[in-house]
């Protein structure tokens, strides 16, 4: 074979290969693309699926907080004690808000030469809690209240019926 036979079946070969390449990258997009809308559908179902669901179908929805005494201000031992107990109430709002809302994670990681360095993450709840009934306020040990709040099925039911109609 001469040379510039030799450097024809050369170039044929790249010129193939680079197709298949640009075939697969092609496919790649695609597949890519495909399991976005995949997603952004499974999502819409879900919602629908929500906002179709029945009374009968819907949890009870109940949350729990903590709060120490020792650590809340006030002048008095008094004071201290109803501050925990709005301390637990919020920790459990901020539960509720987490159950029907969804928590947003921010993470940071940095890593230099292989070794963590700073490792740090938050988490966000944001949103509107309303019909929450409370169940009990107890003092858990010498320091520590709990309170128990809960938003019945019927309340969530109505919620629903109003979003539909606003959907």
Do not use: W
């Not at 030799?6 to 640009?22: D, E, H, K, N």
């Not at 995949?38 to 999502?43: G, I, K, L, N, R």
């Not at 301390?87 to 539960?95: H, I, L, P, Q, V």
């Not at 740090?120 to 709990?146: C, K, L, M, Q, W």
Request: net charge positive.
């Amino acid at each position: 074979m001469n040379k510039v036979s030799s450097t024809a079946v050369i170039l044929i070969i790249g010129m193939a290969f680079l197709t298949g390449c640009q075939h697969l990258a092609e496919h790649s997009v695609t597949d890519r693309m495909a399991t976005v809308k995949a997603s952004q559908t499974q999502t819409v179902v879900n919602l629908k699926d929500v906002l179709d669901s029945t009374t009968e179908t819907i949890p009870t929805l109940t949350a729990v907080g903590y709060a120490v005494t020792s650590t809340q201000p006030g002048q008095n031992e008094a004071q201290k004690r109803l501050m925990a107990i709005r301390s637990a109430r919020m920790a459990a709002m901020r539960d509720l808000a987490e159950q029907i809302h969804g928590l947003k994670v921010d993470s940071s990681t940095t890593v230099i030469d292989l070794v963590v360095q700073n490792d740090t993450f938050r988490g966000v709840v944001n949103g509107t809690i309303r019909g929450a009934r409370t169940v009990r306020i107890n003092p858990t040990g010498s320091d520590t209240y709990e309170v128990v709040l809960e938003i019945d099925r019927e309340t969530i039911g109505y919620l629903l019926k109003t979003a539909r109609v606003k959907a």
